[in-house]
């Protein structure tokens, strides 16, 4: 049987790219919607060289309704969409407050307006773990209590689960599964897709690997002080080609109408919570490579640990992050390699 076509908004970007590949994989024709600020067309290329396929593509901007508009009419067959179109740098959103707001949300206001009247039966969402801010227990699970945001970046996650809950409680004819990534490290193993950070990285997985290349001289480690057992912090490190899977499953929960709720909320994370350091030993034990590195000062707004209960995850949707730590990290170690065969970095 045909299966429905996914629209991936953001497909061209980190999370985005290896979720269209995993959709492709299992068969599901999908249309790209990408507006290239933060990625590029070569990334096409990619997908094309892994799956066989060249999906469909709109450069576009999804905060444009009439873009949106025009791209359901081309494409009426969009039964599921996966929204990755929205900026994410922590530290941005805090100096650059309405620009997230304004991309974030009316990104998802604009999708979820023309979900209806085009007949989508329901959106996935990328939430974060952000949303739980510094928990007072770990591992969190789906119903610890949500925190105040500490940024503006986390704040329209969390508005945004609302706008979507709203929406489907409004009587809404579609579902929604809100899925809330942990720390997404590493790159597709074949190297032809991956992380590419604008500028300088903020993220710690694409600074340790431009450390390890030698494109940047010393890695901070921020905070040696923190109340963890080697006093760095405590992260749930995920790798992006399982949690590019857990979408494929997501989505098709929603097409084929086997939501058990209107909204379904899952944990994205392996649950296991890894310190700073505990990652870079396993990257340089994973690649025999060195990455220099020193202690400095604790990160304003980082919090000091969490990690993912993810068996809801486990058991509802029959999804596991399985992928070896080890693994991941050479993984991103193959892909900053290819960055400098192919002179970008
Ligand atoms: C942040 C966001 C998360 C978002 C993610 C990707 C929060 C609380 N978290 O995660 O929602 O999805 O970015 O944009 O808003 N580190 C170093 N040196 C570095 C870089 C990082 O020591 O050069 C440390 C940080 O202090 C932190 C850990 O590495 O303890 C992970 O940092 P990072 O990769 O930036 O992710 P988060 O801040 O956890």
Redesign the pocket.
Known sequence: MKKARILVTGGTGYIGSHTAVELINAGYPVVIIDNLSNSNRDVLDGIEAITGVRPPFVEGDCTDFDTLKKLFADYPDIKGIINFAAS???GESVKKPLLYYRNNLNTLINLLDLMAPNGVRGIVFSS???VY?EPDQNPVTEATPRKN???P??NT?KISEDIICDTVAAGAPFKAILLR?F???GAHPSALIGELPNGV?????P??TQTAMGVRPM?????NDYPTPDG????DFINVVDLAKAHVVAVERLVEDKCLEPVEVFNLGTGRGVS?LE?INTFEEATGVKVPHQF?P??E???TQ?WADPTRANTVLGWNADTPLADTMVSAWRWQQRLREKGIM
Do not use: E, M, W
């Open positions: 994410k740098a922590v974060s773990c952000t801010g945001a500490t940024s970046y986390g996650k990534y720390n997404p490290v990285p903020q993220n710690l997985i600074y340790l890695l901070s480690v921020f905070g760095t912090c405590i992260r700073v990652l400095a604790r990160r707004g980082d919090i969490v």
